[in-house]
């Protein structure tokens, strides 16, 4: 376990090593300042990137090793208008946790049971209808499908009614109190339904799949020979194994959703850690691309230790004696 | 238990018949009367091509304590009628007719009734234990659970009970056992474990669906035991559902042969096994090699397959392949009813003249095949050595660590074979699985020229042969695999498969188009059939095509894995034959590997028995079987049921203990000590000698090699 610890640790420097550099050679961060008018003086320009550690004149190893040196020491160092990465990457991760942590426990928990119900009733009404909207779903790109949850909303209940642009309405900004977490949950309704039938979809199909393996499998029918009653061995027995192989890709897909919620982040105005992805190499950022790519990185270890302790958990026949 | 030869049937080896049931210690049930009556089942299920009538009628009867048999092929409709009594169908499939359980009607009742009387009332063991228990969950956790359910009891009380019912079932050390999964106890014991789970509750009925198939022959004795005396235990009735005819012959008191969803004979083991009346029985007797048949001759098939259970034809469903149907067989179906002359009910409209006029012996024509005169007059010195192997060696790393791998020890796969095969012979290799046996094959087929032992094909010594000669020495040594689903690409026609290995070699065109059919209708096919897929044919058939395809080139040694357990016993009888029928017309030697004794008696000319990477015993035939001076030789022939009831029940089995020894951990000296029955009636000084020296071969006979310091020969067939 320490060793594989040790070599997700390695993989994570390796990349955000190496996105470093790929940011840092094709990002221009003096484009920013280039062609204004008035023309900045070349030097005022060397002299703003300087600051920020995002001068091309300087080599790009010893401004890694300015960067790297700032990580090791936990700061990721300052964005191209001078403020804090640290700052801004702490502020959205707060957003993206906000917006993804329900989605992604009812996008999972209403996966798996689809799928599983699915798999039981197969080629029955549900199963049928479950599936068609499950692709129907996964079909559609996120924008489109977030927009079209917007135009329902305001073609049957009226423009206006649900407030969808950003984490909450001006007047509630950055206030916990009663009314503001009422403001807060109905923001959340709509990029979080987006969420959770992007995941109730995916999830599902995956779930549906391992479940009719397990069904004609000897050892449920063994259960229900003991005497056990169908709905019980179909959960102790069925539910418990089949649920096995959709465990990492479960843990992958949530963990590194924090990164990939970019087109439901930009969709509905929520400024999260996908949006600023995008954000920062429209601005040729270098510094907060390489944070949010270390972050990246990071969760993909997180996820790799959660997924390998999470199913040896499960399963025993991976646990080493 | 240490490793005593355990007579089969402790105290009690009076035969079992109806009249003479064995006491049972439970008083609740009138043992006069049936305790499960199956009457009339029918099951149909829905399907794309019509109505599939899986059970078309089936009728038995068990008292308390009494075992019956139920043998069948698979598609007989046999498993499908213990899951309908359990109530475990799809809801898709129909059921109808009547179960009764102590007279307590079960069709009809809900899923929450039922579930009340499965795992109390009726017991169930399955086929696949590896596959039968969930992996997830401990045994013991399983075992509990299957307690808990039908009984007021915590849970310290039931993991106790757990415990007792492992070590009742033979689990040894069960208080450490009892927390183990699954995939940490070998075939045997899982099969033990899931006995052990369906005796807990004591239940009226075991229901055992070929328990013991998956299992070697030695592990098979065991577990036979261990449902024996969990019959003993609880005074259960045992059904007992297989297509193994020894099984039944020494287990069961009563069998009910069926086909296509209908039984069409049933009466007493004696009765059947020794006045089969209806040609589907006498088909079935007949086409099984026998472990106590000394003559070599050809079996007697049965021709073509089992119809279709959706469009039954009209009449009896065998007449088809009924060598003495008559017209009125293709007309009206027999029912399964006492003829005259007879003792025991059959579904067949001649049975009564196969009591008097007509000779069961000889109702199927008796296979011709020419034997090969000039072959066997040349003594075995004189003729020439196909293949030799010299002190075969595979060793595999065992090894741990992801990134750095650290070496923890060898695994001993292939520990130092020594043997030759010459022309015009075959070789039997036989041993438990996990011994080696495949092993030693793809090393052959691999012509390895690293590691210790040579390895030497029609003379040549295979190291240091180029690539070329390489290939040229695979022409002529092919192998046919066990499973011909798997060993046939099922996105080619046949007649592509058969020309794949010609084209590798450069045949031409028309050679090639010359040869598939000609090697079609060598193994039986029809040449026209060159343009169609291996899903189109049956289980016996595309065997014949991989056979086909291995002789393509012409090859004088072929190498067979397990080629006919795959498949049903009338289909492997025909398989069989012609593979005795191949060898003598093209001068073939084979290498044939079975874990089925009765098969490699019939086809061997010389046996090897393999034990934990190494050969224990080699020689003739006739010496290996009539004189087998190995124990670990003994206990695998003993182990093997005959299908003959009276004998079955005079013969004392020497069952080993516990299961082979895992390769990467082979015990000082020999290899066999820690099971051998032997080595306990030695006194300390010669025990000594076998933990210490590893035996070399001892020389019995002209032909007749073991690997034993103390190898005496034993009849125990």
């Not at chain 2, 018949?17 to 829905?46: A, I, M, N, W, Y």
């Not at chain 2, 033990?192 to 669906?209: C, E, H, L, T």
């Not at chain 2, 009910?256 to 039984?263: C, D, F, R, W």
């Not at chain 2, 040229?472 to 192998?479: C, F, G, N, P, Y």
Request: aromatic content about 6%.
């Amino acid at each position: 376990m320490l060793r594989k610890l040790a070599n997700y640790l390695i993989l994570v420097t390796l990349a955000a090593s190496l996105s470093y550099f790929i940011a840092g050679l094709s990002l221009h961060p003096q484009a920013n300042y280039e062609g204004r008018n008035p023309p900045l003086a070349k030097s005022t320009i060397s002299k703003t990137l300087d600051d920020v550690n995002m001068n091309p004149d300087t080599p790009i190893v010893s401004r890694f090793a300015t960067w790297a040196n700032g990580v090791v020491h936990g700061d990721l160092g300052k964005s191209i208008d001078g403020s804090p990465v640290n700052d801004e990457v702490g502020r959205r991760i707060g957003v993206s946790t906000r917006l993804l942590l329900l989605a992604t426990l009812i996008g999972s928990v209403g996966g798996v049971a689809l799928g599983t119900i699915g798999a039981i009733k197969q080629y029955k009404f549900f199963d049928r209808f479950t599936t068609l909207a499950s692709f129907f779903i996964l079909a559609m790109p996120v924008f489109v499908l977030g927009l079209f949850l917007k135009l329902l909303t305001m073609k049957f209940l009226g423009a206006g009614t649900i407030h969808f642009t950003g984490e909450t309405d001006a007047e509630f900004a950055g206030r916990w109190d009663f009314a503001a977490l009422g403001n807060r949950a109905e923001h959340m309704l709509l990029p979080g339904l987006t969420l959770i039938l992007l995941q109730v979809a995916l999830y599902s199909r995956y779930q549906r799949s391992t479940m009719l393996d397990v069904l004609g499998s000897d050892f449920l029918r063994t259960a229900r020979a003991k005497g056990l009653k169908r709905r019980a061995a179909l959960v102790k027995h069925g539910l418990r194994t089949a649920i096995l192989p959709v465990v990492p890709l479960l843990v992958f897909n949530i963990v590194l959703l924090f990164i990939g919620a970019t087109f439901t982040e930009k969709t509905f105005g929520w400024h999260g850690m996908g949006e600023l992805l995008i954000n920062s190499i429209t601005r040729n950022d270098v510094n907060t691309t390489s944070a949010v790519a270390l972050f990246t990185a990071g969760l993909v270890l997180i996820a790799g230790l959660l997924s390998d302790l999470l199913y040896a958990a499960l399963d025993p026949r991976v646990r080493v004696r | 238990m240490t490793g005593a030869a355990v007579p089969s049937q402790p105290a009690d080896s009076t035969p079992r018949s109806k009249e003479g049931l064995r006491p049972v210690t439970d008083t609740r049930l009138d043992k006069s009367q049936p305790v499960l009556e199956v009457t009339d089942l029918e099951v149909s299920f829905p399907s794309e091509a019509g109505e599939v009538r899986a059970v078309r009628g089936v009728s038995y009867a068990v008292r308390p304590g009494e075992v019956l048999g139920i043998v069948g092929e698979s598609g007989s409709g046999k498993s499908v009628s213990s899951m309908a009594v359990l109530g475990l169908l799809p809801d898709s499939a129909e059921v109808s007719g009547s179960v009764k359980l102590a007279g307590r009607e079960l069709l009809g009742l809900s899923d929450n009734e039922l579930s009340k009387i499965r795992g109390k009332d009726i017991g169930m063991v399955f086929q696949d234990p590896l596959s039968a228990l969930t992996p997830v969950y401990s045994v013991g956790a399983q075992i509990v659970e299957a307690l808990q359910i039908h009984q007021e009891m915590t849970k310290e009380q039931a993991r106790t009970r757990a415990i007792e019912l492992l070590d009742v079932v033979g689990i040894p050390d069960p208080r450490r056992r009892v927390d183990n999964f699954p995939h940490e106890f070998s075939g045997g014991m899982r099969q033990r474990a899931m006995i052990a789970m369906a005796i807990a509750n004591d239940p009226k009925v075991i229901i055992a669906d070929e328990p013991t198939t998956a299992l070697d022959v030695t592990i098979q004795a065991q577990v036979l035991e261990v449902l024996k005396k969990a019959q003993d235990v609880t005074g259960a009735a045992i059904v007992m559902i297989t297509h193994d005819l020894g099984v039944i012959a020494g287990f069961a008191d009563r069998v009910q042969v069926m086909y296509a969803g209908k039984p069409v004979e049933s009466g007493s083991v004696d009765e059947v096994y020794y006045h089969p009346r209806m040609p589907y029985t006498i088909g079935l007797l007949g086409s099984i090699p026998r472990l106590d048949n000394t003559e070599r001759r050809a079996l007697t098939p049965i021709e073509g397959t089992p119809p279709s259970m959706v469009e039954l034809p009209k009449g009896c469903p065998f007449a088809a392949r009924c060598p003495i149907a008559i017209d009125r067989c293709r007309e009206v179906e027999p029912v399964l009813s006492v003829k005259e002359g007879n003792t025991h009910p059959t579904a067949c409209h001649r049975s009564h003249e196969l009591a008097g006029a007509l000779d069961p012996a000889t109702i199927y024509p008796v296979p011709e095949i020419p034997a090969a005169v000039e072959l066997t007059s040349v003594p075995r010195e004189q003729r020439e050595k196909v293949l030799e192997l010299d002190n075969l060696t595979k060793h595999f790393p065992l090894t741990q660590g992801a990134v750095i791998k650290r070496k923890v020890g060898v695994v001993k796969a292939v520990d130092g074979i020594t043997l030759d095969i010459r022309e015009g012979e075959t070789l039997g290799l036989v041993g438990e699985s996990g011994c080696g046996k495949t092993t030693t094959l793809l090393e052959i087929l691999d012509l390895p020229s690293g590691q210790a032992g040579t390895v030497t094909v029609f003379g040549k010594d295979v190291r240091g042969l180029g690539r070329a000669d390489r290939k040229a020495l695979r022409r002529d040594m092919q192998i046919v695999f066990q499973d011909p689903m798997a060993a046939l690409d099922a996105r080619m026609p046949i007649g592509d498969i058969l020309a794949e290995p010609l084209k590798t070699h450069n045949w031409d065109k028309d050679r090639i188009a010359a040869r598939v059919p000609e090697l079609l209708e060598m193994v039986g096919l029809n040449p026209d059939h060159a343009d169609r897929y291996p899903q189109e044919f049956s289980g016996g058939q595309r065997q014949r095509i991989s056979i086909a395809r291995a002789l393509a080139l012409e090859p004088k040694l072929v190498i067979l894995d397990e080629p006919v357990s795959a498949l049903d016993v009338s289909i492997q009888a025909g398989v069989l034959n012609l593979l005795d029928e191949l060898k003598v017309k093209l001068g073939l030697s084979y290498l044939f590997v079975a874990h089925d004794l009765s098969v490699v008696r019939h086809i061997a000319d010389r046996i090897a028995v393999m034990y934990l990477g190494r050969i224990v015993e080699l020689g003739d035939s006739a010496s290996i079987f009539d004189a087998p001076s190995h124990p670990y030789t003994q206990a695998l022939l003993s182990a093997v049921p005959l299908p003959d009831p009276r004998r079955e029940r005079e013969r004392t089995r020497i069952l080993l203990t516990g299961d082979l020894p895992s390769p990467a951990n082979v015990p000082s000296g020999c290899r066999f000590r820690n099971r051998c029955p032997k080595f306990l009636t030695l006194s300390e000084g010669e025990q000594q000698r076998c933990h210490d020296e590893d035996p070399a071969n001892s020389r019995l006979a002209a032909d007749h090699v073991a690997a034993c310091h103390f190898a005496t020969a034993l009849e125990v067939i």
